[in-house]
C-alpha cells in the first residue's frame, strides 16, 4: 500500500467514512483523462456519452446491478435531491425523517416539506450505550416501523448512520415500507465498501444512493443512486436538457434507448475525466480483493476500542447485536473537553496531528474513528497514545 496512496508523514488520517483518500493510480488516470480530453475537447464531448455508459456498466457490474438501474452524480447529496424532490407526493402527506440522518440531508427533505406543504415528522433512534446493547435487528426493525402511520408516505434512513455507526436492518424494513406502499430512500453514503452490497436484496427498497469517494476511494466528483425499476415509471427529473424529451446524435449512444436513463443522465459540458478513472478503482479492488479491505478495516475498529479501553479507559458506542456493527468506533469525548466539543475536530488536527470527526449525540460529543486499508496497527496505536493527550 505505501506506493497505492500519499499519506503525510506526520498526520494520522482516520476520516475514512467521510472522505477517503485516493489511490495514486486513480489520481494520475484522471490527469491522463483530463488531458486527453483537451487534446481535442469538442471530440471528446461527442465521445463522453457512449464512454459513460461504459462506465456505468462497469459500475453495475462491480455493484452486482443492472447499469439501467443506476444514474451517475457527482455526490451523494445530489442523488438525494433527484429522489427526495423528484417523487411525486400530495399536500399533507408526511415525510419520515431519522433522527440522525446527515445535516443536508434533512435539509431536502425540510425543503420538499416546506414547497409542498408536506409534513416532516423525525423517526427516533436510540443514542446511549445502554439502549444500543439491548438492541437487536428484530428490536430495531419494530421501532422503526412501529413509527410509521398512514400519513407516511416516503420514509429516508441512512444505511449506517453516520454519527453512531450503526447499521440499520435496511432489507426488512424495505419489506414493510412495500407492504405499505411508502416510498423508502436510502442514504448509503457509509455502507459501500466497508459493507458487502447486493442489490438483488434491496429490491424492496425504491431508491438507494451513494457517494464513491467515501468507502469506496473513489474520486471527488463520483456518485450513483440506485432506483427500483417501478420507482422509475414515477420519478420526476429536476433539470431539463438536450434528452429530456427525445435523444439524438451522440446521445443515443447512453441508455440502451432507456427513456429513463435519456432523462437522467448526467446534463452538459463537464470534466468526467473522474468517471472514466473509476475503471482503475474497479481494478485496484479486485487487485486487493473486497474481503480483504473489509477485514482489514473492521481489524483496525476492534484494535482501536480495545487500546482505547486498555489505555485510557474510554468506552464505545456499539450495539450488542453483531448483525448491527458497522466499522466505524463511536467514543464519547472526556468531560472535561465536552464544552469544546465543537472544536474538537480542528483541535484533533491542529495539536494531534489526527483527522477525527466529532459529532454531538444527546449524550453528548463524541469522536467517530474509521481507518482505510491505508491504515496500520502502528498508526492505530500512535492515535490513542496522542489521544491521553485528552485525559
Known amino acids: 500500500m505505501k506506493n497505492t496512496f500519499s499519506k503525510s508523514s506526520d498526520l ?133 416501523t412501529s413509527q410509521f402511520t398512514p400519513q407516511t408516505k416516503m420514509v429516508v434512513l441512512s444505511h449506517v448512520l453516520a454519527s453512531l455507526g450503526l447499521k440499520l436492518p435496511i432489507e426488512t424494513i424495505a419489506e414493510v415500507t412495500r407492504q405499505k406502499k411508502i416510498k423508502f430512500i436510502v442514504d448509503g453514503a457509509y455502507a459501500p465498501g466497508a459493507l458487502p452490497i447486493d442489490f438483488s436484496r434491496l429490491m424492496n427498497i425504491d431508491f438507494y444512493g451513494c457517494s464513491l469517494y467515501k468507502w469506496l476511494l473513489g474520486p471527488k466528483g463520483t456518485a450513483f443512486g440506485w432506483v427500483h425499476p417501478k420507482s422509475q415509471e414515477t420519478l420526476v427529473p429536476l433539470q431539463a436538457g438536450w434528452t429530456t424529451f427525445e435523444t439524438r446524435g451522440d446521445f443515443n449512444h447512453f441508455g440502451k434507448g432507456s427513456r429513463f436513463q435519456e432523462k437522467f443522465q448526467l446534463l452538459g459540458c463537464r470534466d468526467f475525466s473522474p468517471f472514466y478513472a473509476l475503471k482503475e478503482l474497479f481494478n485496484l479492488w479486485q487487485s486487493m480483493g473486497p474481503e480483504t479491505v473489509r477485514n482489514h478495516i473492521f481489524h483496525l475498529n476492534e484494535l482501536f476500542q480495545m487500546e482505547l479501553q486498555k489505555k485510557l479507559g474510554w468506552g464505545v458506542l456499539s450495539p450488542g447485536d453483531l448483525s448491527l456493527v458497522a466499522p466505524m468506533t463511536v467514543f464519547r469525548l472526556p468531560e472535561k473537553v465536552q464544552p469544546h466539543g465543537h472544536n474538537m475536530s480542528q483541535y484533533f488536527l491542529n495539536e494531534l496531528k489526527l483527522q477525527l470527526q466529532v459529532t454531538q449525540l444527546s449524550t453528548g460529543w463524541h469522536g467517530i474513528f474509521s481507518p482505510h486499508i491505508y491504515n496500520s496497527d502502528y498508526e492505530v496505536e500512535t492515535a490513542v497514545s496522542r489521544l491521553k493527550a485528552l485525559d
Open 12 to 144: 494520522l488520517y482516520f476520516n475514512s467514512a467521510n472522505l477517503s483518500i485516493c489511490p495514486n493510480p486513480v489520481l494520475n488516470a484522471i490527469d491522463f483523462y483530463r488531458r486527453q480530453f483537451e487534446i481535442n475537447p469538442t471530440q471528446g464531448l461527442k465521445e463522453s456519452w457512449k464512454r459513460l455508459w461504459n462506465v456505468q456498466s462497469e459500475l453495475a457490474y462491480f455493484l452486482g446491478a443492472d447499469p439501467l438501474d443506476l444514474i451517475l452524480r457527482t455526490n451523494v447529496t445530489e442523488v438525494l435531491n433527484t429522489f427526495i424532490l423528484g417523487i411525486p407526493m400530495v399536500q399533507g402527506e408526511e415525510i419520515l425523517l431519522g433522527e440522525l440522518e446527515y445535516g443536508a440531508i434533512a435539509n431536502i427533505c425540510r425543503f420538499r416539506a416546506e414547497r409542498d406543504n408536506l409534513n416532516l415528522r423525525v423517526l427516533k433512534l436510540p443514542q446511549s450505550q445502554p439502549a444500543l446493547t439491548k438492541l437487536t435487528s428484530a428490536k430495531l426493525l419494530d421501532l422503526v
